[in-house]
């Protein structure tokens, strides 16, 4: 496996370090249209697949059942912040689910949001799964369990139904035989699934473009795509990539942030999809990395890009809050 730079990061004028990695650029018929780095990587995307896991809530019809909104839907496929707008929303999925938060089984961490974290300080509260990035995922889990009278205590286990049925639908999403995709553990304990990454590409070029998906698949991917670019500060929060980069995007791109360097998008206009993966999991080089493709595919223009700046050349501050230095981009991409 071998990988190619992508972005270096300056401290006053010299290069102090690189970030290398891989990067598949691919349309919905499965052809591989540029790429740099090895796009056959077999990777774990983590997060960035939680709009495919999302999928079988609403093909069961779960979502339909307990009333999710866009807004629910578009939770249901983040990594969100922690903020009280999210926070508030899985607890009214789950009460029209009638499910009580202490079944959610995705772990407990710092959330994004650090007002929300001294807030819950200030008050003696304990940090609850509630708050933790992959609650919206989880609760979307849950639902579709409890829709389908499926036990709910162990809806994370891979063996359950309900991850039977992720599994499954990412295999045909991703046109990639089940018995192929390599599995692990995620970081909020459910599965996470391995392939190369010009099949990630290919799926997410298959949600921009869903029609050979079937009409009922095709609906459902609409909806949550949908939903992701009209509700985007369900994805993330508050000045989080995934949000400022769907508002950006004016309902042509949606994209998803994965842990240890992963993202995925797709462009609804041309129907390709991008699948990057930053090699030593530093996720500060994604969100350059992948407006730089962007502007090199002719996908956003100047003024969006220029509104995405603080992301594209993230600046590096010292302790004094001085600008020492930034990330720049430093690739092009090679077309196959």
Not at 184 to 198: K, R, S
Not at 267 to 292: F, H, S
């Amino acid at each position: 496996m071998y990988s190619s730079k992508l972005v270096d990061v300056y401290r006053d004028g010299r290069v102090e370090s690189s970030h290398s990695g891989h990067i598949a650029v691919v349309s919905s018929d499965g052809k591989l249209l540029y790429s740099l780095g090895d796009p056959n990587r077999v990777t774990y995307a983590r997060s960035s697949v939680k709009p495919l896991q999302t999928i079988p809530v609403v093909e069961t019809g779960a979502g339909d059942r307990y009333g999710l909104s866009e807004s629910d839907i578009s939770l249901c496929c983040a990594s969100h912040s922690g903020e009280a707008q999210h926070t508030n929303r899985v607890l009214s999925i789950l009460g029209r689910a009638g499910i009580e938060d202490t079944a959610l089984q995705c772990g407990t961490h710092i959330p994004h949001a650090q007002d929300t974290y001294k807030k819950l300080i200030a008050a003696g509260k304990d940090l609850t799964p509630l708050y933790s990035n992959c609650s919206g995922k989880h609760t979307g889990m849950l639902v579709t369990a409890k829709h389908l009278g499926e036990t709910l205590e162990d809806y994370y286990l891979p063996s359950h139904p309900v991850q039977q049925r992720i599994l499954q639908t990412i295999s045909e999403v991703a046109d990639y035989p089940i018995e192929k995709i390599e599995m692990g553990t995620d970081g909020c304990g459910v599965p996470v699934h391995a392939l190369p990454l010009e099949r990630f590409a290919y799926a997410f070029a298959r949600m921009a473009r869903p029609d050979y998906l079937g009409e009922e698949r095709a609906m459902a991917v609409n909806r949550i795509t949908t939903a992701m670019m009209k509700y985007p500060e369900m994805v993330g929060g508050t000045g989080r990539f995934c949000t400022d980069f769907m508002k950006a995007a004016g309902g042509r791109l949606f994209g998803k942030a994965g842990a240890e360097a992963v993202y995925l998008i797709g462009d609804r206009e041309t129907g390709v999809g991008i699948a990057i993966k930053i090699e030593d999991g530093n996720g500060r080089a994604a969100y350059p990395v992948a407006l730089e493709t962007l502007r090199q595919l002719d996908f956003i223009n100047d003024e969006q890009l220029n509104n995405l700046m603080h992301h594209y050349r993230p600046v590096l501050k010292n302790a004094r809050q001085e600008n020492v230095g930034e990330l720049v981009p430093s690739f092009t991409l090679h077309k196959c």
